[in-house]
Structure formats: structure tokens, C-alpha cells
């Protein structure tokens, strides 16, 4: 079993005896994990720094996450889940672009949020995924729920449309609107026409004439 106890500085930054045994130690491993399910991963960055990779994992309340002293590399420790998630956010935030994270609403469950496909097509075309079937273009968007919390990381430039794309969908969702084919219209509801109610007509009496 591996007990995790790394001791960090004010900035959440490792020393950098520690930093190069740690880097040589998870050479040629992907993550590792103790027993009990918690482990750490090593990520090295290549387009944003160390301390921009921990800011956008905090915003999600991944972690902790650590600067490896004198490396471009991040060390993040936490449930294997936690840590899948962070290697799929900085895949996509490790770029020459600005992304932005949103993070909206409680106790939400993924089975509310619309496909990604869906999304994909109000949002004018960008591309959408999950955390666990990510955007397959690079600038693309990740939509899920992480803790209860609906998560949107995208381009800072287009995280917006974004935003407005799965609100418009989930509002058409709670009103009954089914989601729209890829290229497609949405299709509202088919609304029955009432029926008119049988009525009995009234008995006619027979006229009967009376003499005196």
C-alpha cells in the first residue's frame, strides 16, 4: 500500500529533491495507486505552467495538486476517478488558447444533460464531450457533472455559447421538447386535438293531435 504524505510549501509546490525522486520514481508508469484507492499522477505541461494547470483543477475541486520544483510537471494525488478526470481536463486545457471553467447548480445527476452531439450542434459546431468520452477536436468543450455540479470547460472565447447551448437544452428538456437530430429541427411534442364529446340526441315526441 502506498501512504501519500508529501509536505508542500505556501504555494502548493513540492522541493526539488523530492520533486526529481518523485519524477524518477513514476517513470515509465501512468499513475500509482495504493490500495485503499488513492494515488498520484505526474503531468508534465507543455503550453501552460505548472501553477495555470493547479488553478483550473482547484476551480473543480480536484486534488491537491502540486508544482514539481525546476519541472514543467504537475503532481496531482486523489481517487483514481479524480485523477482519470484531471488527466482528461489538462489534456484539453494544456493549449495556446485561454479555456475557462463554469461550474453551475447541486446534487445533479449526468443523466439530465443533454447529448453531446446536441450541445455540439446548438453550439454552433464545437466540439463536445465528456470526462469519459472527451471532445474528439482539439480547442473542443467538456460538459459533464462532477460532485453533484454541472462542469463546463471550454475556450474562453467560446464558453459562452457554450453555456447558452446546454441552458437552451435543458430548458427545452423540462418543457417537454425532444432533443433535435444532428443537422435537424427540434421536434416539439405532438399535441392531440380533443375529441368532441358524443351527445345523445334529445327523444322527439310525436305530435299528437286532440279533438274535442
Not at 446536441?118 to 459533464?144: L, M, N, R
Not at 460532485?147 to 447558452?164: P, T
Not at 441552458?167 to 421536434?187: I, R
Amino acid at each position: 500500500m502506498i501512504k501519500l504524505g508529501f509536505s508542500r510549501d505556501s504555494g502548493g509546490r513540492l522541493g526539488a529533491p523530492l520533486a526529481a525522486w518523485l519524477l524518477l520514481f513514476a517513470f515509465g508508469f501512468s499513475a500509482v495507486y495504493g490500495a485503499s484507492g488513492e494515488g498520484f499522477r505526474i503531468f508534465t505541461l507543455k503550453h501552460i505552467s505548472p501553477k495555470q494547470g493547479r488553478d483550473y483543477l482547484l476551480q473543480m475541486g480536484i486534488g491537491p495538486a502540486s508544482e514539481l520544483s525546476g519541472s514543467p510537471s504537475l503532481l496531482v494525488t486523489g481517487k483514481a476517478e479524480d485523477v482519470a478526470r484531471a488527466m482528461v481536463m489538462l489534456d484539453l486545457v494544456d493549449a495556446p488558447q485561454e479555456f475557462a471553467v463554469k461550474m453551475m447548480g447541486a446534487s445533479l445527476k449526468a443523466e439530465i444533460l443533454p447529448s453531446s452531439e446536441a450541445i455540439s450542434e446548438k453550439a454552433a459546431g464545437v466540439s463536445v464531450g465528456t470526462f469519459s468520452a472527451p471532445p474528439k477536436e482539439s480547442g473542443g468543450a467538456i460538459v459533464d457533472v462532477h460532485n453533484g455540479s454541472l462542469v463546463i470547460i471550454a475556450q474562453a472565447s467560446r464558453i459562452d455559447r457554450v453555456v447558452a447551448a446546454v441552458g437552451k437544452l435543458l430548458q427545452s428538456k423540462k418543457n417537454g421538447v425532444s432533443e433535435p437530430a444532428a443537422g435537424g429541427p427540434e421536434v416539439e411534442p405532438v399535441k392531440e386535438t380533443p375529441k368532441p364529446l358524443k351527445t345523445t340526441p334529445e327523444p322527439v315526441m310525436p305530435k299528437i293531435d286532440r279533438t274535442d
